[in-house]
């Protein structure tokens, strides 16, 4: 079974036929004219999911398809490029990576060969650099090295430091560098005609965010509060399905607000990190892998406001 595709509240199943072992759907979602979600599942990264455990975004334009996230391998990558095929027969010129997360440029290569450019944050590049070996260690025990067969991971050859305007086959695009949050390079990519937010890592909604030692939870907050100003109509999260900006500040901002004032408190009564990891995240619990990563996150929060 290949991608589902949801335009306007109908749900058409598309069977694509592909080499190998069947793979976990992307869910297209058109978010507005020309502008697509693609839904990844909202369990971890293993291989029926290929390491596209995540949202990625389309805008087709007069000149082809504007992708950011190009998924967490050549296989993930291939998914993608299986999924826009059922809305659009161009092909994809440009990749923008919105952050540092192996789901945001580990299909760079695959596009890259089929002759798309690649931009990305001079930070997020850098934290490629930095991580490559960490990261394509953790997603080969998870997804399995089968899976990663023909991944080869290559970073953008075009960047930018805070913010970059261009405009590609008719349509406007601002990009803006509002890490370190999810990861120091974190970027969110802003249609100004459509009022559409793709946010990358920044938010994420139908699932709990998580915080690593990349992260940096309090800046986090403010990268956030970029995207309140823009007072967008549809925020198109790193994970999750596209929805208005409350549901994005309930399932995120709140959340993030809500964890470091909890963790506070432990600093405050001179608790350890122990301590921190049992802290009420109650009100969160209906977001998916909360069990899995809620401990997690809040020892990785005490880790950073023990030094703030």
Known sequence: MGPIIRIFGVTIAAV??????AAAALDVQKVADGVYALVGPLEQRNAENLGNNATFGAVVTNDGVVLIDSGGSAAGAQEIEEALATVTDQPVRLVINSGGQDHRWFGNGW??????????????VADHASR??????????????????????????ETFDDALDLTHGGVRFELWMVGPAHTPGDTIVWLPESRVVFAGDVVYMDRMLGVGPQSDSRHWLEAFERIIALEPVIV??????????SKARAETYDYLRHL????????????????????????????????????RNAQQVFMQMEWE
């Open 111 to 124: 596009f890259r060969d089929q002759g798309a450019r690649i931009i990305a944050a001079e930070a997020a």
């Open 260 to 295: 470091r004032a909890e963790v506070g408190k432990v600093i405050e009564a001179n608790g350890d990190e122990v301590a921190a990891t049992k802290v009420d995240q109650s009100p969160f619990a209906h977001l998916a892998v909360f069990t899995e990563i809620s401990g």
């Open 236 to 245: 198109v999260p790193g994970h999750g399905a596209p929805a208005p900006l």
């Open 132 to 157: 490559l070996d960490d990261q394509f260690a953790t997603m080969r025990a998870m997804v399995g090295e089968a899976t990663l067969k023909g991944t080869t991971p290559v970073t953008a050859s």
């Open 16 to 21: 694509l036929v592909a080499a190998g072992p």
